[in-house]
């Protein structure tokens, strides 16, 4: 069967699926009595007073409402109802309960006062109340479905998604406001507009997006580990710049390790999750999956060989908040989502506008260079957020971005005069709004724009390498890797309730392009007619990607039962495009292209060497590096959650997925959670993954500069599908296959108290991996070193993750208290290396890089102290140790009188385990306006300073806790 018949038979499957479950549903129909008296409400133009809490679970059988007149809508419910309905003129009713008990004959005797009270008011217009008003959060946005109920009396109402209201009052009592997750409030009546308030503590039982597709399941009811970061939170005890460093600070397992001297690296930040790689976390925008990066990590970064997501690309000053499934959800969201899922959550606040501004820079003091003592890193940040109604119940939010951050200088080496990192300009606007269509359909976009301008110095270039031309660089030069880097991202959908069922139909475009300009370089083979800059070309990657997803809540079934399915089609596309000739060539002395029949004395040399072509610092993208290939997959999900009790909840997931360049591939995922007390749960899961092979990873190509032992050498990274590959025996890149399992237990052991424990295991099969430098002269005599992607190893991971939450409220202020860790440890089971040299292929200095991505530890407690206006935070971030081989483990044995054990020992670079503390004290000036001012490593703690054969060409490596000391900055928000 051919894959497209393949697809037509799911599709047609699924159509025929829905078709029999939605005309089931039909059939015996089922609502909530809240939704049968909205749909009358809304087409009839009548209104309804009753108690939410008291029909908050009731559910009727109807037909269709909409083709009903009002008094037999009104009449049927009656029937299939055990409350009483009363007119009372202009419009109104009011529903109340009829049940012939003593208790309730008492509640109907008060509802007949209560009637007669309305009564009366409606026939006395002038003495009518009308309260209207909007309920917000601490953070002032707004706070829909709170109940909102007079004192003492039956009547009220909830507030709508804009956390907007209005009731009307029997006897103008005060009025209760009760949430889950939130403190009640009791409001006295004395204004007709209210602003209401409501305080929340540790809030454990938040709706998830992600992990779940049932919209009535809760944090604290999950059966699988979540985390969600409140940034408006966060940014209270931090002023970190950046998404990957408000993820690091909050996540023990997240480590986004900035890199110097890794070419693209140094501009996009490579993030793992619990020592996995970058492109191993799958991440999402409200839900829609977000694309990647089209750069590839290379040389000894973290992520080595791997595409990620540039989780920066995305202004904080947009993001609500963040929430992090950890645990395998392959079955669930398919490819990328082995290690877990990264949902970012985009604002929907209306009526406000957040304005804020951050100055900041580096201590720099640790710096050979004199020039370069003091500070550096001068650091700016600027960003607004505004959000507005659309009609009445739909919004628009808006947030905009500017961060501007200067090169840093640390102790480089001879071979790395300029070590630090890059610097960056970078501007953002996105956008998040929904627009009702309906009574039950909503318009939804977001998306955004990014754009990065970033520079970084690349390894030196000494004035008597024959890579340098004295009359250009008298001194020898630093060349400067800059690029410009943009981000755009789009998605539309529409969704609502169709004939009971809860859809959503979307489309999601996003695409990035990395485009590299080499400046203050040369080429070398131009002599002294060389140009100082070259553009060098570049890659883009983009996805687009269609959704379609259906689910249903049944609570009749057992305790409740939901059951969702869809389908995905994504469509990839990847590029890669020339730079200008002078960025890729080499020349003879008369100006030509060096070819195959260019006589040897017509090449230019310095002290007989041939001087290399291309730019310094990077070589250009030449057009037989040219690519334009796509890619299409498609996908067919379902998955249900059963609570067959109050205390037992069990969920499993299925996933098909056809790929147009590899095949199938089928997940399963089942996950239980079982309540041992009302404040215990114990939760299990199990489940298979997989990560399809980036574009990237199947057809990025590139001759480029790699210094290994601080020596140039011109290497060749060739494409998976190059017939060389073919020959030294590497096979089509195929899928990474995985398993995890997962064991955790959550308890609450007082109001103020909670602590939770995850376990979990990971079993990668077939990781690719970037190879060394193998000799290819024998295969191609033009080609000397070549590197190349490959399935190249398998990987176990165990790991602990701890949370601790305290919190203690006092009269006027509150202190809150969270200790939170990771253990991990990571192994490689076997090295595919086939018939290859193993140490080439993969060997201890590949494996040391690999398993460093997974450091051993890393525990976080902060504390916050905070009152009406003040606020005191400080955090102790302890980094485990870490170790490393150095250039010196590919050494002559001769140097180390030929003991291969003396020369494993000089190669080890030991980190040491290291405590750094931020602080930081916020202080609100008046209702709208504030100021914070901190520290980040506030005793300015450096890793372990090694020697001078690190990878970077400084005297560190690329490790979390980063080399560039301590930051201080101060910052003004404006909130009105």
């Not at 980040?936 to 001078?948: A, C, I, K, S």
Request: glycine letters at 6%; a positive charge.
């Amino acid at each position: 069967m051919s894959k497209k018949n393949t697809k037509i038979h799911f599709i047609l499957f699924f159509a025929c699926l829905f078709y029999f479950l939605t005309s089931y549903s039909q059939n015996k129909k089922q609502l909530l009595l809240s939704d049968a008296l909205n749909i009358i409400s809304n087409k009839h133009k009548v209104f309804f007073t009753y108690n939410p809490v008291v029909i908050k679970d009731q559910k009727v059988e109807v037909q269709n409402l909409q083709k009903l007149p009002l008094n037999q809508s009104i009449e049927l419910l009656k029937k299939l109802t055990s409350y009483k309905i009363d007119y009372l003129g202009n419009n109104y009713y009011v529903l109340y309960a009829s049940i012939k008990n003593k208790y309730y004959t008492n509640q109907k005797s008060l509802y007949k006062t209560q009637l007669k009270l309305l009564k009366d008011s409606i026939n006395k217009k002038e003495e009518e109340v009308t309260v209207r008003g909007i309920v917000l959060n601490q953070y002032y946005q707004p706070i829909k479905k709170v109940n909102i109920i007079e004192s003492n009396t039956q009547n009220g109402t909830i507030s709508r998604n804009d956390g907007s209201f209005e009731l009307k009052l029997l006897i103008n009592n005060p009025i209760i406001f009760t949430h889950i997750g939130y403190k009640t409030e009791i409001v006295q009546t004395k204004n007709k507009f209210l602003r209401v308030l409501l305080k929340s503590g540790i809030e454990l039982d938040e709706i998830l997006i992600v992990g779940s597709r049932n919209n009535q399941r809760k944090k604290v009811d999950s059966p699988v580990s979540t985390d969600v970061i409140e940034i408006d939170n966060i940014k209270k005890k931090s002023e970190f710049l950046e998404v990957n460093q408000f993820i690091q600070n909050e996540i023990p397992s997240f480590n986004a390790t900035k890199q110097s001297g890794s070419d693209g690296a140094d501009h996009i930040v490579p993030a793992t999750y619990r020592g996995l790689g970058p492109d191993q976390t799958l991440v999402l925008i409200n839900g829609k999956r977000r694309h990647q990066a089209s750069l590839i990590n290379l040389y000894g970064t973290r992520g080595r060989g791997n595409s990620g997501t540039d989780l920066n690309a995305i202004p904080a000053s947009a993001i609500k908040r963040i929430e992090v499934l950890k645990d395998g959800a392959s079955a669930q969201y398919g490819s990328d989502a082995i290690a877990g899922v990264i949902n970012i959550v985009l604002k929907d606040n209306v009526n406000q506008t957040n304005i804020n501004s951050t100055v900041g820079f580096y201590n720099a003091n640790n710096n050979s260079d004199q020039s370069k003592k003091g500070i550096d890193g001068f650091t700016y940040k600027a960003d607004v957020n505004y959000g507005t109604k659309i009609n009445k119940n739909g919004f628009v939010n808006v947030s905009a971005e500017f961060l501007s951050k200067d090169h840093t200088f640390r102790n480089g080496t001879n071979v790395r005069q300029k070590y630090g990192d890059a610097a960056l300009k970078s501007s953002n606007l996105f956008i998040n709004s929904e627009i009702p269509i309906s009574p039950t359909m909503r318009a939804y976009t977001n998306g955004g724009y990014s754009f990065k301008n970033t520079e970084a110095y690349a390894f030196t270039r000494t004035s008597d390498s024959e890579r340098n031309i004295i009359s250009i660089y008298p001194n020898g030069f630093n060349p400067m890797i800059t690029s410009n880097i943009s981000d755009k991202s789009f998605t539309l959908g529409l969704k609502g309730k169709l004939k009971g069922w809860n859809i959503d139909f979307s489309n999601t475009y996003g695409k990035n392009n990395f485009h590299y300009f080499i400046k203050e370089t040369l080429n070398a083979t131009l002599l002294d007619k060389s140009p100082k800059e070259f553009d060098a070309g570049g890659h883009s990657l983009s996805q687009n990607t269609t959704n379609f997803d259906i689910s249903k809540y049944f609570r009749s079934t057992f305790k409740g039962l939901n059951i969702a399915l869809g389908l995905e089609n994504r469509i990839e596309s990847y590029k890669i495009f020339a730079g200008e000739e002078g960025s890729y060539a080499s020349y003879d002395l008369n100006g030509n292209i060096v070819n195959s029949n260019t006589p040897i004395n017509q090449i230019p040399t310095l002290n007989n060497k041939i001087r290399p072509g291309g730019s310094q610092g990077f070589p250009g993208y030449s057009p037989l590096n040219k690519v334009n290939r796509n890619r299409t997959s498609f996908s067919l999900y379902f998955d249900s959650e059963i609570d067959f009790s109050k205390k037992w909840l069990l969920t499993t997931a299925f996933r098909y997925e056809n790929y147009s360049d590899f095949g199938n591939t089928i997940n399963t995922k089942i996950a239980t959670r079982f309540k041992v007390t009302s404040t215990t749960n114990l939760r299990a899961s199990f489940s298979t993954g997989f990560r399809a092979p980036s574009l990237a990873q199947i057809y990025y190509n590139l001759k480029f500069t790699n210094y290994i032992d601080n020596k140039p050498v011109e290497s060749f990274l060739i494409a998976n599908n190059n017939p060389i590959t073919n020959k030294f025996g590497i096979k089509q890149l195929k899928e990474e296959k995985a398993v995890n399992y997962s064991l955790g237990i959550s308890h609450k052991a007082s109001k103020n108290l909670q602590f939770f424990i995850d376990s979990y295991y990971i079993f990668i099969k077939d990781r690719i991996i970037l190879s060394g430098n193998f000799d290819a002269s024998s295969i191609d005599p033009n080609v000397q070193n070549v590197q190349f992607f490959a399935n190249g190893v398998n990987t176990s991971t165990y790991g602990l993750d701890f949370k601790l939450n305290w919190c203690k409220k006092f009269t006027t202020s509150k202190l809150f208290i969270n200790f939170s860790g990771n253990f991990n440890k990571m192994k490689i089971t076997r090295i595919n290396n086939k018939d290859l040299d193993l140490k080439t292929f993969f060997g201890a200095r590949e494996q040391y890089f690999l398993l460093a991505s997974a450091p051993k530890h890393k525990l976080i407690l902060n504390a916050i102290y905070s009152n009406k206006n003040i606020s005191l935070s400080s955090s102790i971030t302890r980094f485990s140790s870490l170790r490393l081989l150095d250039w010196q483990i590919n050494k002559p044995l001769s140097n180390f009188n030929n003991s291969p054990e003396e020369r494993l020992s000089a190669s080890i670079d030991d980190y040491g385990a290291k405590y750094t503390l931020d602080s930081h004290f916020s202080y609100k000036l008046s209702k709208n306006y504030s100021i914070q001012i901190g520290v980040n490593n506030l005793f300015n703690t450096y890793p372990t300073q090694q020697g001078g054969n690190t990878d970077s060409g400084g005297l560190w490596d690329a490790v979390q806790m980063g080399s560039n000391g301590a930051f201080y900055y101060s910052k003004f928000s404006v909130n009105f």
